[in-house]
């Protein structure tokens, strides 16, 4: 989305979403699903993230990028839902939250997707403060400057979080 504040403010809301939706979708999914766990859940949580956004478009006061706007929502919204009566009291069935890893050799494959799977298992079980920085920084591949940004915090503290993280994270996978 390569608009000016004063093209934004006239090209139609639902243009703006649609091109939203289109860029930034399937990072909002994958955004989702560090929070809940589930891929189905983290599709319905983005779509609603969407719904959201487009409520909230006139309100937006350009003083972010529209992409660090749209992840505060995101990420608000799963927080939210985290704490919603739904969330606590109804299972969910887990869904596969691994993508395949294309190797020549099947036993490559069955091995990676082990080695993804017990990496995916331990960041989910890091405590949410610890998990965010983690995949803001590793998967969305973010700055400590943008991390700070959307998480609403020091950015001395996305590195004090971001160390303690790695931390608990090779205490965890080396007592396996």
């Given at each position: 989305?390569?608009?000016?504040?004063?093209?934004?403010?006239?090209?139609?809301?639902e243009l703006?979403?649609?091109?939203?939706?289109?860029?930034?979708?399937?990072?909002?999914?994958q955004?989702?699903?560090?929070?809940?766990?589930?891929?189905?859940?983290?599709?319905?949580?983005?779509?609603?993230?969407?719904?959201?956004?487009?409520?909230?478009?006139p309100?937006?006061?350009?003083?972010?990028?529209?992409?660090t706007?749209?992840?505060?929502?995101?990420?608000?919204h799963?927080?939210?839902?985290?704490?919603?009566?739904?969330?606590?009291?109804?299972?969910?069935?887990?869904?596969d939250?691994?993508?395949?890893?294309?190797?020549?050799?099947?036993?490559?494959?069955?091995?990676?997707?082990l080695?993804?799977?017990?990496?995916a298992?331990?960041?989910?079980?890091?405590?949410?403060?610890?998990?965010?920085?983690?995949?803001?920084?590793?998967?969305?591949?973010?700055?400590?400057?943008?991390i700070?940004?959307?998480?609403?915090?020091?950015?001395?503290?996305?590195?004090?979080?971001?160390?303690?993280?790695?931390?608990?994270?090779?205490?965890?996978?080396?007592?396996?």
């Open positions: 989305m390569a608009y000016t504040i004063e093209q934004m403010k006239e090209i139609p809301h703006i979403i649609d091109e939203l939706m289109q860029d930034y979708g399937q990072e909002i999914v955004l989702m699903l560090q929070y809940v766990h589930q891929f189905s859940l983290a599709e319905d949580l983005a779509q609603e993230v969407f719904v959201k956004c487009y409520k909230a478009l309100t937006f006061q350009y003083n972010s990028s529209i992409k706007w749209l992840w505060r929502i995101a990420i608000n799963a927080k939210d839902y985290l704490k919603s009566w739904y969330a606590k009291n109804v299972a969910v069935q887990q869904d939250l691994f993508a395949k890893v294309p190797t020549a050799d099947v036993e490559q494959q069955v091995i990676q997707k080695a993804d799977a017990e990496l298992r331990e960041v989910f079980a890091l405590p949410l403060k610890y998990r965010e920085v983690i995949y803001l920084c590793y998967y969305e591949e973010r700055t400590m400057k943008d700070a940004e959307v998480l609403q915090i020091n950015e001395n503290t996305v590195k004090t979080r971001l160390r303690k993280a790695k931390q608990l994270l090779k205490k965890r996978l080396e007592a396996l």
